[in-house]
């Protein structure tokens, strides 16, 4: 069974950092991309980051870059994503997430999520 725990969430004052964390378990991590999504209050899913297999390659969305550095390590079966300069407008419940593939078939899974709160 695919499971992802999110971790790391909390308050946090305009201008401060987070390190949050998802461990994997169920499939073979270091095979799948994972990504960063997050859901603010009274909006929907929002795609953060995304990180290739090998932690060689990621994407961010513009509002995230030099902000938000996505990483992974797969020994351990956990993404990270560290923020910094946090800003109330990041203020959002965040996912992780991974669309694995079993018998032909792709699957979203998300964890339960980490609550991020801004505010000073």
């Known amino acids: 069974e695919v499971q992802l725990v999110e971790s790391g969430g909390g308050l946090v004052q305009p201008g401060g950092s987070l390190r949050l964390t998802c461990v994997a378990s169920?499939?073979?991590?270091?095979?799948?991309?994972m990504r960063w999504v997050r859901q603010a209050p009274g909006k929907g899913l929002e795609w953060l980051s995304g990180i290739s297999t090998g932690g060689d390659n990621t994407k961010y969305i513009d509002s995230m870059k030099g902000r938000f550095t996505i990483s992974r390590d797969n020994a351990k079966n956990t993404l990270i994503l560290q923020m910094n300069s946090l800003k109330p407008e990041d203020t959002a419940v965040y996912y992780c997430h991974v669309v694995v593939a079993k018998n032909g078939n792709y699957k979203h899974y998300w964890g339960q999520g980490t609550q991020v709160t801004v505010s000073s």
């Open positions: 169920g499939f073979t991590f270091s095979s799948y991309t």
